[in-house]
């Protein structure tokens, strides 16, 4: 079974930055990292094609956001700058194989947290 493993989370102040990273194990079409904020619904972050280096964003994280793909090491980052205190969630990434929408993802690791103070 594929695996996804997350690291990289953690506490920063408003206006800082944090690097996310995924370990995905074996070859996937798509990969995308989450979050969900308490009491608040799962959303799309940013998601990539790891063949063609396609990339999406959510408009809340256009332009502070960038997801990245190294294929040699099978790992996935999120670098997040100009962090916001509405950014403080538990991050998870995630892994799709025949499509790369929002709805496609199929493998989830077990998140990460990223708090962001004021």
């Known amino acids: 079974a594929q695996v996804l493993l997350e690291s990289g989370g953690g506490s920063v102040q408003a206006g800082g930055s944090l690097r996310l990273s995924c370990s995905v194990s074996g070859y996937t079409y798509c990969v995308g990292w989450f979050r969900q904020a308490p009491g608040k619904e799962r959303e799309g972050v940013a998601r990539i094609f790891t063949n063609s280096g396609n990339t999406y964003y959510a408009d809340s994280v256009k332009g502070r956001f960038t997801i990245s793909r190294d294929n040699a090491k099978n790992t996935v980052s999120l670098q997040m700058n100009n962090l916001k205190p509405e950014d403080t969630a538990m991050y998870y990434c995630?892994?799709?194989?025949?499509?790369?929408?929002?709805?496609?993802?199929?493998?989830w690791g077990r998140g990460t947290q990223v708090t962001v103070s004021s």
């Open positions: 995630a892994a799709a194989r025949g499509a790369c929408t929002w709805d496609s993802f199929r493998v």
